[in-house]
């Protein structure tokens, strides 16, 4: 069982999983090398992975068999169990509980070949419906504080797989940087009674220079502060905390925007790693106690996608005071990524 | 001139530096290539770096030419510059102010071919004296908040000249980082009249479970709750909240636990780049308005060393959530580091 436990100085939890691996001969490795030679992800292989958990699959074909369009298993490396209670402890001043958890994959073609950005629109909807559809029934879990859903592309950014799929972790904690997101739109809210959020996007639309692309419900900023070289933040335009909520018509335009920002980033970068997550609003139906955030949630959160290319090392600087030194302004990566010819 | 950004979400400052490099094509090199084919760090090069601030020299060498042991000099392509005015101002809701500040390369020893790791006792503690000389200097500019020694080894560790050195940046805020340690253990204080470090110190003793090496003064412990594989924390022994006042002769035990310690890395995970950062105190003596943690800081602080090796990839969950996934356990982590021969 993966165990968790609480630095006391940092204020963070962490995630001790000795089962993905223990020995230190398993890091003498070269960086950048796919951790399997067969695929597990591929149609006609679904036996290599742990059994479908969900499936986007033609009528009459059977899980764990091929036919399928969209597919979520189980990590098989999980970094949190699903099984067991938290069991929370002392140790003498430190902390810890059990790492209990999920972690997903969403396979998201059968196709290895093309991922969400070359899926055709329908296509591409399929997996972000099946997101909205993980979403929905993690949170049912009441032991589960926050669920993230994120996707790293390329073995720079952490894909240890190079066949195209999105990973789901929920945790039992709420993690440190969205309970840091979480109280700036809350002290934002509480002294203003707007959305933090939305104040941004009505003051981006006034400025017009960091301005990716937009369509009518959402749009995709160079965020005033990136911290990365061509760093963009996804949004939708009216106030929505929940991405389990997004209607099937907003469906449309998020998925349309999503792939338009990350073509814009493959044909003008040059396919470069990147990350991408879902802010959504933490799990407000789990039975831990609840943040006195939690009240005002539904109006002072908004939901968002960060993508974050990989193109600059993080440091000794970064890791030592999380101040980020960014060499391209988001006004310089705005006008860029809107001069790309998605052809 | 570099500016300063304040993210109203993520409560952090980030800085543009586009003087850095700015035009996307940049950023389309395979990474971990050193930046230039000419060593300007080398004895005889001294015209390639701008002038010396500080040097360890021969008697009767002149500043910028050979003759040195340790030399320092400002960053060629500075994050932060050290003239002008902090110029503070409002973007409609955003924060900005200018990159002021310190950015110095430290070059450790004129021989390209071994780094502090290397050095005989007696030459790597010309380099921390060196560390204990610039964080002097540099505090007495009462513009800077905070002022942060790292080493980054390796290119894969963000290093950008395989010559040993390390860097020293000067901040005109306090970064985020260091603000969550020191509020941890402010309120640590506040509660015990404890330091959180000490405490900590003594608990580990207790179990001795986590010590990887230690001397008289100082202790190298794998962290409880460590963020990566083999991360090592190391501290002085008997309470000190600054690294300016470390004497002469604690400077010996610190150096000869940070040479051991390096080794125990180098021989038992082949070399891995790594990065080591010195979290001391913030610049009490600086002109900004106090935050009250200030006031107990000679009690509640203690400095101390982080080395991360950089064997794991830090990839979309980690970015997401601030929560780390850890797959060696720290007593694991102790156990393999503890048996390294050190010949």
């Known amino acids: 069982m993966p165990e968790m436990r609480h630095d006391p100085i940092q204020k963070r939890w962490v995630v001790i ?25 591929l149609e006609g292989n679904e ?14 074909t ?4 091929p036919g399928w369009q969209v597919r979520v298993v189980p990590n098989k490396y999980p970094a949190l169990k699903i099984e067991g209670n938290l069991d929370r402890a002392a140790m003498g001043q430190y902390d810890k509980m059990n790492g209990v958890g999920a972690h997903e994959v969403v396979i998201e073609t059968s196709n290895p070949d093309e991922d969400i950005t070359d899926l055709s629109l329908d296509d ?6 099946t997101y909205r559809e993980r979403l929905t029934d993690l949170m049912k879990d009441k032991r589960f504080r ?12 952490g894909a240890s797989q190079p066949h195209p799929h999105t990973q789901i972790i929920a945790t039992p904690v709420t993690p440190l940087t969205i ?19 939305c104040d941004i996007i009505a003051q981006e639309l006034r400025e017009n220079r960091r301005i990716i692309a937009q369509n009518d419900r959402f749009i995709a900023l160079s965020p005033y502060a990136s911290r990365f070289p061509f760093e963009i933040c996804l949004l939708p335009k009216h106030h929505a905390h929940d991405f389990r909520e997004i209607s099937n018509d907003d469906l449309i335009d998020f998925t349309r925007l999503l792939q338009d920002t990350l073509r814009r ?15 959504t609003a933490p799990n ?3 039975d831990t106690p609840r943040p006195s955030y939690w009240n005002t949630i539904k109006y002072d959160w908004h939901w968002h996608v960060e993508i974050i290319p990989r193109l600059t090392d993080v440091a000794g600087f970064e890791w030592g005071t999380g101040l980020f030194i960014n060499p391209t302004s988001p006004e310089q990566a705005t006008e860029f990524l809107r001069g790309i010819q998605l052809g």
Chains 1, 2 share one sequence.
Not at 22 to 41: A, C, I, M, V
Not at 47 to 57: G, H, K, L, Q
Not at 186 to 194: G, L, S, T, V, W
Request: hydrophobic share 30%.
């Open 17 to 41: 999983a000795t089962e993905r691996g223990n020995r230190p001969s398993q890091f003498l490795r070269p960086k950048g090398n796919w951790r399997e030679d067969t695929n597990p992800f």
């Open 47 to 60: 036996s290599m992975t742990p059994p479908e958990i969900y499936a986007v699959r033609k009528k009459g």
């Open 62 to 65: 059977k899980p764990d068999t």
């Open 124 to 129: 591409a909807i399929l997996v972000t419906k």
């Open 146 to 157: 926050y669920v993230l859903i994120f996707r790293n592309h390329g073995t720079l950014a």
């Open 179 to 197: 309970s840091i997101e979480l109280q700036s739109a809350k002290d934002h809210y509480h002294a203003k009674e707007r959305c933090l959020f």
């Open 265 to 279: 980033i493959r044909i003008g970068l040059d396919d470069p790693p990147y990350n991408l997550m879902i802010h």
């Open 284 to 286: 407000t139906g789990s």
